[in-house]
């Protein structure tokens, strides 16, 4: 699904283009998910794991485009993808078709500024508008950031995954699991 393209502007008052990505902007993405990847141990990837190639991700950005149950809103400054925020249906059973699932990320010189509260309105109000009852996310233990803007957004707590994740150093962390009611 294609989201209208707009100018959106941070506290400190850097202006950004929040629209769809494209084609065009296969690169860019992939560039974004490595550095994400880089920068924090929040994500589910280590960099060496993404290993799209830009032709696959141009037809993944095309998938989603195409789509009725799923959206990216990506913030790009200039050509640079520095934050994207993605809503999708958690899966097309009839009994499930009523929960989408949330993923956040934003580089680190974007974190702060607002970019993150941007983007979960956008994407809380588009999942609305699809129909939507709740949107679910899993969220690292030690994400204090990442819980601060959930709670704030009106997510709630519903339970965890003991040791979901296991760090290279074989460090554990819990996986928080939470919800919003729309």
């Not at 100018?7 to 950004?16: A, F, H, P, W």
């Not at 037809?59 to 990216?72: G, S, Y």
């Not at 999942?127 to 969220?139: C, K, N, T, Y």
Request: net charge negative.
């Amino acid at each position: 699904m294609r989201i209208e393209e707009e100018t959106i502007t941070l506290k400190d008052g850097r202006e950004l283009t929040l629209r769809s990505p494209e084609e065009k902007d296969a690169q860019a993405m992939l560039d974004y998910m490595i550095k994400t990847a880089e920068e924090t141990h929040f994500l589910v990837r280590y960099p060496e794991e993404i290993q799209t190639t830009p032709d696959k991700e141009k037809e993944i950005v095309n998938f989603v485009l195409e789509a009725d149950d799923r959206v990216w809103f990506t913030a790009f400054d200039g050509e640079r993808a520095v934050g994207n925020c993605s809503i999708s249906r958690n899966r097309n059973h009839i009994k499930l078709k009523h929960r989408c699932d949330l993923a956040i990320a934003l580089t680190q010189d974007y974190t702060g500024g607002g970019l993150g509260t941007i983007l979960m309105e956008r994407a809380i109000a588009k999942a609305r508008d699809m129909g939507f009852e709740q949107i679910e996310l899993g969220v690292y233990e030690d994400n204090e950031r990442g819980l601060a803007l959930y709670r704030k957004m009106g997510f709630k707590e519903t339970g965890k995954i003991l040791r979901a994740f296991k760090l290279k150093d074989g460090t554990y962390f819990d996986e928080i699991n939470m919800v919003l009611f729309l």
